[in-house]
């Protein structure tokens, strides 16, 4: 496992998070990182990355930052409301999203402007947990593709595997004994240059949204040494709820039906 050293400043924010979660982090998990140096030592790119735990974020991070650059993530807007974390989250160059609302292009435009300042955005394409039986990657949404259309910027897809056994999906309490691996491993990027060649449409953004799903589903494959499922699991078509936690919705409509 190589690590690269970081040589953007970090800040008083990040230096604050490094120091504490990368300790407890360290003494928590172990890792088995894997190719992480394709991953660009500078300039603006997109990591594009499965999402199966709410610790996910922070592992992540971990990768990214292990492999010289500072990871910048499309936040939910409901973290930045208070006071402090807020304060926290933006000095650390976090990015709020207003998920399923029309204010969520201000998230785009300031990560169209973040990829431009050279930064490194964090993405987790499917938009929330997968809702995948078996934690595959799920049907992906079209924000990473329309930033990476718009900036021409290169995708790094990342599969990981482990984050579900720390802390299982809308689960509260951490598993940390026994000490769980965590497997990252980042791809190639994802060959978009003939779709950011076309005039902007609908079809471009699926093109592209589906080759960034079919490189992460790929390394998840690879690093579970199992196949994935022919079809990607779509929440809309299945009838489940996009956000939040999917079984409290049934949960609630079971306590209806009982009464």
Same mark, same amino acid.
């Given at each position: *496992?190589?690590?690269?050293?970081?040589?953007?400043?970090?800040? !008083?924010? *990040?230096?604050?998070?490094?120091?504490?979660?990368? +300790?407890?982090?360290?003494?928590?998990?172990?890792?088995?990182?894997?190719?992480?140096?394709?991953?660009? %030592?500078?300039?603006? &790119? $997109?990591? %594009?990355?499965?999402?199966?735990?709410?610790?996910?974020?922070?592992?992540?991070?971990?990768?990214?930052?292990?492999?010289?650059?500072?990871?910048?993530?499309? /936040?939910?807007?409901?973290?930045?409301?208070?006071?402090?974390?807020?304060?926290?989250?933006?000095?650390?160059?976090? =990015?709020?999203?207003?998920?399923?609302?029309?204010?969520?292009?201000? /998230?785009?435009?300031?990560?169209?402007? #973040?990829?431009?300042?050279?930064? &490194?955005?964090?993405?987790? +394409?499917?938009?929330?947990?997968?809702?995948?039986?078996?934690?595959?990657? *799920?049907?992906?949404?079209?924000?990473?593709?329309? $930033?990476?259309?718009?900036?021409? &910027?290169?995708?790094?897809?990342?599969?990981? !595997?482990? %984050?579900?056994?720390?802390?299982?999906?809308?689960?509260?309490?951490?598993?940390?004994?026994?000490?769980?691996? =965590?497997?990252?491993?980042?791809?190639?990027?994802?060959?978009?240059?003939?779709?950011?060649?076309?005039?902007?449409? #609908?079809?471009?953004?699926?093109? %592209?949204?589906?080759?960034?799903?079919?490189?992460?589903?790929?390394?998840?494959?690879?690093?579970?040494?199992?196949? /994935?499922?022919?079809?990607?699991?779509? +929440?809309?078509?299945?009838?489940?709820?996009?956000?939040?936690? +999917?079984?409290?919705?049934?949960?609630?409509t079971k306590r209806?039906r009982s009464r």
């Open positions: *496992m190589r690590v690269r050293k970081l040589e953007q400043p970090r800040g !008083w924010a *990040m230096t604050v998070a490094a120091a504490i979660l990368k +300790p407890t982090l360290l003494s928590a998990t172990s890792r088995t990182w894997i190719d992480g140096e394709k991953i660009p %030592a500078t300039g603006g &790119c $997109i990591v %594009a990355i499965n999402h199966i735990s709410h610790v996910d974020p922070l592992l992540s991070a971990h990768f990214v930052y292990d492999h010289g650059r500072l990871p910048r993530y499309l /936040a939910k807007s409901s973290l930045f409301t208070n006071k402090y974390l807020g304060g926290f989250l933006t000095s650390a160059g976090q =990015i709020p999203v207003e998920r399923l609302t029309r204010n969520a292009i201000g /998230a785009y435009d300031a990560a169209v402007r #973040a990829i431009g300042d050279g930064e &490194c955005i964090v993405i987790y +394409p499917e938009g929330t947990l997968t809702r995948d039986p078996d934690l595959w990657p *799920m049907k992906g949404k079209t924000g990473a593709a329309r $930033i990476a259309l718009a900036t021409g &910027c290169p995708v790094i897809p990342v599969g990981q !595997w482990g %984050a579900q056994e720390v802390l299982p999906p809308y689960t509260k309490r951490p598993h940390l004994v026994p000490r769980k691996n =965590i497997v990252m491993k980042a791809g190639d990027p994802v060959p978009l240059d003939d779709l950011v060649a076309r005039p902007p449409s #609908a079809e471009t953004t699926a093109q %592209a949204t589906e080759r960034i799903m079919s490189a992460i589903t790929a390394l998840v494959a690879d690093i579970r040494h199992e196949p /994935a499922p022919d079809r990607r699991y779509d +929440p809309r078509a299945s009838g489940v709820r996009e956000i939040g936690n +999917p079984y409290d919705e049934r949960h609630r209806k």
